[in-house]
């Protein structure tokens, strides 16, 4: 069966292109890896930056509220009050609502980011 050179060198040069095959594979999946964590760090840099940027305002924006609301409520402890009274129970409806706020969202991007790479491949 193997009884010329030609075989033997075309077995060899067919397991030299699998070899080079395997390895750009292996690049290949580096790369795409890199570049899904690179967006992933992204988002969550973009998100920390986000809430922060969002808690200053939130801050300013309840001292302006509560030296708006002082004179119609009795002082600005009372408003003080208000305000706070208010954020907790924003923060519980968060805390209630966390799965279709913040979990399902969450779930649904790191799958789309890591699962649909045919769409991504299509479109390049």
Do not use: W
Request: proline content about 2%.
């Amino acid at each position: 069966m193997f009884a010329n050179d030609k075989s033997i060198e075309s077995l060899e040069q067919l397991f030299v292109e699998c070899k080079n095959y395997i390895l750009l594979q292996k690049d290949y999946l580096r790369l795409e890896l890199v570049e899904k964590l690179t967006i992933l760090a992204s988002a969550i840099i973009l998100t920390t930056i986000a809430i922060i940027l969002g808690m200053m305002a939130l801050f300013y924006l309840s001292f302006s509220l509560a030296y708006i609301m002082a004179p119609h409520v009795g002082g600005l402890t009372v408003s003080f009050a208000i305000i706070t009274a208010a954020l907790l129970i924003l923060l519980a409806l968060i805390y209630g609502f966390r799965k279709q706020l913040i979990v399902r969202p969450l779930v649904k991007f790191i799958a789309n980011l890591f699962m649909n790479n045919d769409d991504n491949n299509e479109n390049a």
